[in-house]
């Protein structure tokens, strides 16, 4: 079975344009968001949009040797649905590039349920029953799965953010199973999204070598300065079809 990450990425995010090409500790934030991925030994597919705006994206990715799949802005589920029939992957590992600093472990964990379920309706994820920090999301499912909800889905949202349609079941055969840890960590946040945000993510990287930490030690820093926690603690996630 051919598995393959797929991230999404673009430059034109309404609340912190140019986000994933920010940068900490001199480097792009994309560049350490593709760091993360490619420590897992699984091929990385860059979706991102056909706009002009997004040919850094497609530049840097391609500078490390990686697949750029461009496509739709808005149709998303269309983007990924391409991108992994252009990549023959079976099955799909969906990230956002907004989490530069995911875990590899985590990702390799959901891909080891995934695969031992051995069901191509199967949904895995660590955002079913939140547990991880905002940040750490991964979800694996079938790539036929995702070409029947890009076949199958009609609803703006379901489009734009690619995964409801699995997870909420609409077909009526998703399984859907969790990636959980102890103890809970969901009230951190380390994904990228406010001005806020990226400070945190600055400080972690820049003052805590954040970059080559696992979950585990992510959490830990962020339990050891509360302060950190405090800088994005009042951030709101923007709501599906926001």
């Given at each position: 079975?051919?598995?393959?990450?797929?991230?999404?990425?673009?430059?034109?995010?309404?609340?912190?344009?140019?986000?994933?090409?920010?940068?900490?500790?001199?480097?792009?934030?994309?560049?350490?968001?593709?760091?993360?991925?490619?420590?897992?030994?699984?091929?990385?597919?860059?979706?991102?949009?056909?706009?002009?705006?997004?040919?850094?994206?497609?530049?840097?990715?391609?500078?490390?040797?990686?697949?750029?799949?461009?496509?739709?802005e808005e149709d998303v589920l269309g983007r990924f649905a391409g991108a992994a029939d252009e990549a023959g992957l079976d099955a799909v590992v969906r990230v956002t590039s907004d989490c530069p600093l995911l875990d590899p472990e985590v990702i390799g964990d959901a891909v080891r349920l995934f695969t031992e379920l051995n069901d191509p309706d199967a949904y895995v994820s660590n955002v079913i029953e939140r547990t991880y920090p905002r940040g750490l999301d991964v979800e694996v499912f079938s790539a036929a799965a995702l070409a029947d909800a890009d076949a199958s889905a009609t609803d703006p949202s379901d489009r734009e953010h690619v995964t409801p349609y699995l997870y909420a079941n609409r077909s009526g055969r998703t399984t859907l199973r969790s990636i959980t840890r102890t103890p809970d960590a969901s009230r951190h946040r380390i994904t990228l999204d406010t001005a806020d945000d990226l400070t945190v993510i600055r400080r972690l990287i820049?003052?805590?070598?954040?970059?080559?930490?696992?979950?585990?030690?992510?959490?830990?820093?962020?339990?050891?300065?509360?302060?950190?926690?405090?800088i994005n603690a009042h951030v709101e996630q923007k709501k599906l079809g926001g």
């Open positions: 079975m051919k598995v393959g990450i797929i991230t999404q990425a673009r430059m034109t995010s309404t609340r912190l344009p140019g986000k994933v090409m920010l940068t900490a500790a001199g480097r792009p934030l994309l560049d350490i968001h593709l760091d993360r991925l490619s420590a897992t030994d699984l091929p990385v597919i860059v979706a991102t949009t056909t706009n002009a705006a997004d040919d850094p994206i497609a530049g840097l990715a391609g500078s490390r040797g990686l697949t750029v799949f461009r496509g739709s820049e003052d805590h070598d954040a970059a080559r930490l696992d979950a585990a030690g992510l959490v830990a820093v962020l339990d050891a300065h509360p302060e950190l926690t405090a």
